[in-house]
């Protein structure tokens, strides 16, 4: 559809059904309609008027598996309904040409997707990491012109950068594979695309909590081919409500702290011969405890334990959403943030031990909740940003109302799960 007819088409309210299918708020229906015209417009002013596609790739929340899929372990994750949205035309020139909102323009040519080492660390290392691995996989790839908006918080730990790899992903499935390309390879081709191009040692799942969406227990003992269960749950109905609150703590420097957390596992992991803890009985790690704590330093030996303790709460979550039973699964949610701060123990960084927003998130938290009113946990990497909370709805203004007078207005988002992964809105 053309840029001024699908305007037109959204104005007059026939993209509401299919915009509240995807985000789930129909009190929210106006500020996404108002936000997708915005995006047309600001499209048509870089790239004039053409015929159009619109693409939507969501955040996630880590529920379960703290610091788990690096060791090809078991996470609990879902995907919000803030998203990134992109609209996008295909171009004949041989260049990709991205505007994200409030970034200058990036352009990359489509032969040109070697890794320079000069990139890490920058989108445009993302961009061609995800076309030369699209490439290697047998995929298309091709030039197109994009605008993207997110509402995703960057630095929250709602995975803003898996939600741009998961558009990016979805836009060539669209363009050139007629829409091929599945969830969980986009998925893969993201995490490859931030590891080797990027230079950030994550793990999957916050790629593949973006690409596939709902709220999904997946089991990495095979990375190459996770297994993943979808789990439907109305937290809405149980009487919870998803809060996330960003305690404004600064990223910057923070790389060698999330890296060394994989690294002490892997440590572990390779004094048994293995390159992941999944490779081990949690026993035999138990065992040795006494050597290893010579060898390693007792920080390597709690983060290896956590991993192991972690992936059984996963199953423990998830079995208890299956089974209705919020109670099981909030108390694992909240055993979970506390084997974080104490054994994993990423909630701050040493380096700097005067600043601890996480922290002081947790500890007024914990005061408002007074655990008969929700609990609340660290999210994503740690070290910096958000928590994440599950509280009562009749709770949640004044827990809000808390968390907003201590890190400012707006920090606390209230939020919905969304059961939709990467897709083509229209």
């Known amino acids: 559809m053309d840029s001024k007819s699908l305007i037109s088409y959204i104005n007059g309210g026939s993209l509401d ?30 790239f004039g008027e053409n015929d159009i596609h619109i693409y ?63 990139e890490e660390g920058t989108t445009l290392s993302l961009i061609r990491g ?34 741009f790899e998961t558009i990016i992903g979805n836009i060539i499935s669209g363009l050139y594979n007629n829409m091929k390309i599945d969830a969980v390879t986009i998925a893969m081709i993201g995490q490859y695309a931030e590891n080797v191009y990027f230079g950030k040692p994550c793990g999957l799942m916050d790629q593949m909590a973006c690409s596939v969406g709902s709220l999904c227990h997946i089991d990495f003992l095979d990375p190459e081919n996770p297994e993943i269960e979808r789990i439907e749950f109305d937290m809405d109905q149980a009487g919870y409500s998803l809060c996330i609150t960003d305690t404004k703590g600064s990223h910057a420097d923070l790389t060698p702290d999330y890296a060394a957390v994989p690294a002490e596992m892997k440590q572990i992991a390779q004094s048994f011969g293995k390159d992941v ?59 979970s943030g506390d084997s974080s701060f104490k054994f994993l123990q990423n909630v701050y960084t040493n380096n700097d031990i005067t600043h601890q927003n ?30 994440q909370a599950f509280v009562k709805n009749e709770k949640v203004d004044e827990y809000k109302d808390a968390l907003d007078k201590v890190f400012g207005k707006g920090s606390c988002n209230v939020l919905k799960i969304r059961k939709y992964g990467g897709l083509k809105v229209i």
């Open 277 to 335: 803890l999944r490779d081990i009985d949690q026993q035999s790690v138990v065992e040795s405890i006494p050597k290893l704590r010579e060898k390693f330093g007792d920080r390597a030996c709690m983060r290896a334990l956590h991993f192991y303790e972690e992936c059984k709460r996963v199953k423990a979550q998830a079995d208890a959403l299956k089974d209705g039973n919020i109670q099981i699964f909030l108390n694992n949610v909240k055993a």
């Open 17 to 46: 059904d299919r915009l509240l299918d995807i985000y789930l708020d129909p009190q929210r229906i106006n500020y996404q309609r108002e936000r997708y015209i915005k995006a047309i417009k600001e499209y048509e002013n870089l």
């Open 130 to 163: 995800i076309l030369a691995n699209t490439k290697e996989r047998m995929f298309n790839i091709g030039s197109f012109d994009a605008y993207i908006t997110s509402d995703v918080l960057g630095g929250s730990g709602l995975s803003s950068s898996a939600a």
């Open 56 to 118: 939507s790739a969501p955040g996630r929340t880590e529920v379960g598996g703290n610091h788990t899929d690096h060791q090809h372990g078991e996470v609990l994750a879902a995907s919000i309904n803030d998203d990134a949205i992109a609209v996008v035309s295909k171009n004949d020139k041989g260049t990709i040409n991205i505007k994200s909102e409030g970034y200058d323009m990036i352009t990359i040519s489509i032969v040109d997707i070697e890794k320079r080492d000069e």
């Open 358 to 387: 996480v922290s002081i998130a947790l500890c007024i938290s914990e005061m408002v909740l007074e655990d008969d009113y929700g609990v609340s946990r660290v999210h994503g990497g740690g070290f910096a940003g958000t928590i």
